[in-house]
């Protein structure tokens, strides 16, 4: 079975809608068209090659019938107006017409339209059960007749994914026949850098490739940046602004591999967290964010599709930048706007894939990342997932509960080590989503425990403490 269309005869009744009409199969000079009133029938001296049943407002049942006459079989009683139902439709049929059947969407009992099942169980069954009886060559060119010609394809051998697929969502069958499929002659150059674009796209949408190993120090400031650079393939629509901190925060490698779509915007952060459409990514300080709040809480307001702040240098972890710095007030100040989402990864791992997952969830997210360098607590693979947490230590003999994010998850771990040599088993979680929290986790970890410490750094009001101790108690 082969398609080989080499050149288009257009045609068009006044009227009606109507699409190109069947192509002609390589050419051949003894092809001929008849055209009847509701379709487009090409024969050769070979016999029946393609059929184009035109899109028309018409009863299913008269084109069924219309298409009956030029193919020279018996018009169809009126009292069998149906033609799925009709015998002389069962018996030419019947190898074929389960499959498209079943593979049809729903359709309304009584009213038809051009993609309801008289469509493909009247014309491109009849035509491709005339074409498997004998030798030869079809086409059948509209997207109505997919289900039939993916029948015909299973019941030849040609492909091996069950044609009753085609509806689903994951299914590797398409609706309507393109260039890709397996009876195809030989794509143009365009086709092939269509097919070239698509499944780069479908390799982008694959999940993050991380790749460090345990124990490596790495910031999460410099993970942030090598994923942002990762990133910008897939997001064709991600632009990146920056403070004037870009050796700081990492986005200059960003800047380097996506220079066309990076905005340096100097120290006006006002400015810079106006951006607003396509898919902004703005990174600065951490302390230096409070000078945009009203413009971030009205961002809120405004109801921002997608935006991706990062707060670089958090907490009194920077140290000798000294005090003007430190941003200790941050989490406060998101944690307090409606509808955002606050992310605080502790290595180089989650920092990765929080910032993927920044970048793809709608509304405002902030994004805390610090200066030091921390060693990697998390395999490559790990996932993270927003409202979400990671326990790190765990028995059944826990008395106390630490939870931590950020650069305090390391600190608590210590602890944890220090009070189990002292015989106090403890429970470490790194509660790295701050809002929304993984309430559930840290509910069911106090009832075991009975007592909670949260090591953070922020200021005492508004960071992690509040949430945590508000919900697990």
């Given amino acids: 079975m082969i ?34 009133p509701r379709s487009t029938v090409t024969v050769s001296a070979s016999g029946l090659i393609a059929c184009h049943a035109t899109c028309s407002t018409t009863a299913s049942s008269n084109r069924a019938s219309a298409s009956r006459a030029c193919l020279g079989l018996p018009p169809i009683p009126r009292s069998l107006r149906r033609p799925w139902r009709t015998p002389q439709a069962t018996r030419t049929a019947s190898p074929l017409r389960s499959r498209p059947w079943n593979a049809t969407a729903r359709w309304p009992p009584r009213r038809s339209t ?47 994914t069950d044609p009753l697929t085609l509806r689903q969502l994951d299914s ?42 345990l124990g490596e120090q790495v910031a999460t400031r410099a993970a942030f940046g090598s994923a942002l650079q990762k990133l910008g393939s897939r997001f064709a629509d991600l632009v990146v602004l920056d403070g004037d901190v870009k050796n700081s925060t990492k986005t200059e490698l960003f800047a380097k591999t996506f220079p066309e779509r990076f905005i340096e915007a100097q120290i006006a952060e006002q400015n810079m967290l106006s951006a607003s459409g396509k898919r902004p990514c703005v990174a600065t300080f951490a302390a230096f964010l409070t000078r945009a709040h009203d413009i971030i809480r009205m961002a809120t307001h405004s109801q921002q599709r997608r935006m991706l702040i990062c707060g670089s240098h958090a907490g009194i972890s920077i140290g000798e930048d000294g ?71 765990e028995s059944t003999e826990d008395r106390l509960m630490l939870v931590a994010a950020g650069i305090t ?22 509660a790295y989503s701050v809002k929304p929290l993984d309430v559930a986790t840290l509910q069911r970890a106090a009832e075991e425990t009975g007592t909670l410490l949260v090591i953070e750094d922020h200021n005492r009001d508004g960071g992690l403490g509040d949430p945590a101790c508000c919900c697990s108690f």
């Fill in 3 to 36: 398609a080989d269309s080499t050149r288009y005869w257009p045609r068009v009744r006044p009227g009606r809608q109507s699409l190109p009409s069947v192509p002609i199969i390589e050419g051949r000079p003894e092809c001929r068209l008849i055209n009847s």
């Fill in 409 to 430: 998850v390391h600190t608590a771990l210590e602890a944890s080590t220090r009070l189990r040599e002292q015989g106090m088993c403890t429970r470490v979680i790194d």
């Fill in 323 to 393: 005090p003007s710095q430190m941003g200790l007030e941050d989490m406060a100040m998101f944690r307090a706007l409606n509808g955002t989402t606050v992310l605080y990864p502790a290595d180089a791992v989650s920092a990765e894939r929080l910032t993927e997952a920044g970048l793809e969830h709608d509304g405002i997210v902030y994004l805390r990342t610090t200066r030091g360098k921390t060693p990697v607590l998390y395999q490559s693979d790990e996932r993270f997932e927003i409202g979400g947490s990671k326990t790190l230590a």
């Fill in 172 to 213: 590797d069958l398409e609706g309507h026949p393109t260039p890709r499929n397996p009876w195809s002659a030989e794509p143009t150059a365009a086709t092939i850098a269509q097919v070239a674009s698509e499944r780069a796209q479908e390799a982008s949408s694959l999940p993050l490739k991380v790749e460090y190993a």
């Fill in 114 to 160: 051009s993609a309801s099942p008289p469509m493909m169980c009247a014309t491109p069954v009849i035509c491709c059960y005339r074409c498997m009886k004998r030798p030869t060559r079809f086409l059948l060119s509209k997207g109505h007749a997919a289900p039939i010609l993916w029948a015909a394809l299973s019941e030849a051998g040609a492909i091996e």
